[in-house]
């Protein structure tokens, strides 16, 4: 051909092969820049998954310790009530025994009347003889 030898024509066909190799060159730089940008927020993701698990984690134990401390609390619940029962239960028992020791003293009082008495009267009796 007639345009092979034409300077002119060789050098804009070179201009255009450069061109095209630095642009080339710039969009695998930009494509890497962007893949490296992929992979930190791949990461970003992956550690972002990682903490939520913690959190979960936390959570669960949370709700296990809570459950827990609200059996404990139940406890301390049934046991205060029974101690208000007992309490009463003992209440009634010793008005009971205040009862039952002023009657005993009150059966002791006439029991010692009786047994003067007797005594007086067999004292007269030996006396009269």
Known sequence: GAGEGDPLLSAAR????????????????QLEHNTALLEEREEGIADIAAQ??????????????????????????????????????????????????GSFRRKAMCMCL???AAFVTLLVLTLKK
Not at 14 to 29: S, V
Not at 74 to 84: F, L, P, R, S
């Open 52 to 101: 939520i698990g913690e959190v979960n984690e936390i959570f669960t134990d949370l709700a296990t310790l809570v459950n827990e401390q609200g059996a404990m609390v139940d406890d301390i619940e049934a046991n205060m009530v029974a101690t208000q029962e007992h309490t009463a239960g003992a209440e009634e028992q010793l008005i009971k025994a205040r009862r039952s020791q």
């Open 114 to 116: 009786v047994l003067l």
């Open 14 to 29: 070179e201009a255009a092969e450069e061109a095209r190799e630095r642009e080339e060159a710039q969009q695998e730089q």
